[in-house]
């Protein structure tokens, strides 16, 4: 296995990241750190018989890399290098990541199972995710790669993440390590975007936060079981120890999230699964782009119309501004700006229609989503709803209008505007949603349907089982759901 070696001219430094990378190491990877001088006087600078030292305490065949803080570090790791047996130094890489980023990225990489190249890239590519997140731009030497597309066959689990901080680093590097071990390609999906999760670098670019939708894909011998192995970590809260609200339905359970419309009601639970269409990441050749722009034009008049009916149903069940709100939609979809770098993503990143409309209407929602207007910040969800709708008709399989019946509380993740058109007060008694935003326009239609609705119920759909009896406190914005039947469970 490649272990890590951290020169530092400070022996604190290099402590606090040895610390730090400790929590990150699940398996045999080893770490020593090279840090200070033996002087009191002066203790800050490095000694290359030091890094020598601490490289053959923890030489392995497999190799060794180092990373260093400044400078003067370089020199020392060098020196080093000339002062350890050849054999020996022909297998150790300095490296130029920094410090504290690329030592957390290699010890996750190397507990992986990574070779002495992989674990280099994934130290250099730290700060991809840092910057991706700061919208600063990204050195093209340590960008991140996408994930080759997976199988329209493959295997998947999704999961809502409950930890209140999300998957910070430290979860990351689990989850990494847990499926580290399996021979199956896989990939980590959050709204479309997929990265690899054995990279702890690629999982910080999703930055996935509390009641974040995430599904993993698999595929390959071991595909089955690297979806069981993650099932049962999301379960334990990614190795932070959480309880699963699942585990026990026999209990009654209280949720309490934000209610949108008051009142109290009191009806069976029906869990519910909108189709959620995703892209298909096909690469094209140059010639094959004018054939998906005529794919994607087509796609977009659907939509269109799709749309325009929304409106006037909208316009006719609850009023002209909330028709308006898919009238609005329909302009947008129409966007020339929007089309036109539709267009250009195909023939510059040679990727077919449906992952050129996913790449740039994704683009328009973090948009959004970084807005300070709270009220423009809750429009991301449109974006959604108009993709969605967009990606159904290039696979040829147009979203159909949402149908609950029932007299029954709705329980989902999420509900797209679209999909609250037609339903009916009588036959929905009350949504819960796990996420939603009480500014969006989910949200909104459901105050003008007279339907009750609490968002931010998180871990509902974890909760809760079809046919139960749940009572909604919408002035606490509770919802309590009985006890489950042996039958339920």
Known sequence: ????????????????????????????????????????????????????????????????????????????????????????????????????????????????????????????????????????????????????AMPADCLSIDWTV??????????????????????????????????DPRSLNQLAMLQIRQGDSIRLLATGPQAAPALAAFEALARQGFGEGLPNPADDRRHAKTLTGTPVLPGRVKAPVLLVRPVRHHARWNAIEPGEAREQQRRLDEAITATVHDLEQ????????????????????????????????????????????????????LAVAAEYQMMEDPYLRARELDIHDILNRLLGHLAAAPVVPLIIDGGVIAIAQELLPSEMVGLDRQRVKGICLSRGDLLSHTAILARALGIPMVVGLYGCMDVAKTGQEGVMDIAAGTLQVAPASAAQV
């Open 310 to 361: 929304l409106a006037g149903q909208a316009d006719a069940a609850m009023g002209r501004e909330q028709g308006a709100i898919f009238s609005a939609h329909a302009l947008l979809i129409q966007d020339e700006d929007i089309i036109l770098a539709m267009r250009r993503r195909m023939v510059r990143d040679r990727i077919g229609a449906e992952a050129a409309a996913e790449q740039e209407l």
């Open 162 to 195: 409950l930890n209140p901080n999300g998957l910070h680093v430290r979860p990351a590097a689990r989850l990494a390590g847990t499926l580290a071990p399996f021979d199956a390609r896989l990939a980590l999906e959050k709204a479309g975007r997929r990265v």
């Open 1 to 148: 296995m490649v272990n890590i070696v951290v020169v530092s001219h400070s022996l604190l430094l290099a402590q606090g990241v040895e610390q730090l990378a400790q929590q990150m190491i699940h398996g045999d990877c080893r770490l020593a750190i090279a840090a200070g001088v033996d002087d009191p006087e002066h203790p800050i600078g490095t000694d290359a018989v030091r890094v020598m030292q601490a490289i053959e305490s923890v030489y392995d065949p497999a190799g060794v890399l180092v990373l260093m803080d400044l400078g003067s570090a370089v020199l020392s790791a060098e020196t080093a290098l000339d002062l350890l047996d050849p054999a020996m130094a022909a297998g150790v890489t300095l490296c130029a990541a920094p410090l504290v980023e690329g030592a957390l990225a290699a010890v996750v990489a190397a507990s992986a199972g990574g070779d002495l190249s992989k674990v280099k890239a994934e130290a250099l590519g730290a700060l991809a995710a840092k910057s991706s997140q700061l919208g600063e731009p990204t050195d093209p030497a340590a960008q991140i790669p996408t994930p080759e």
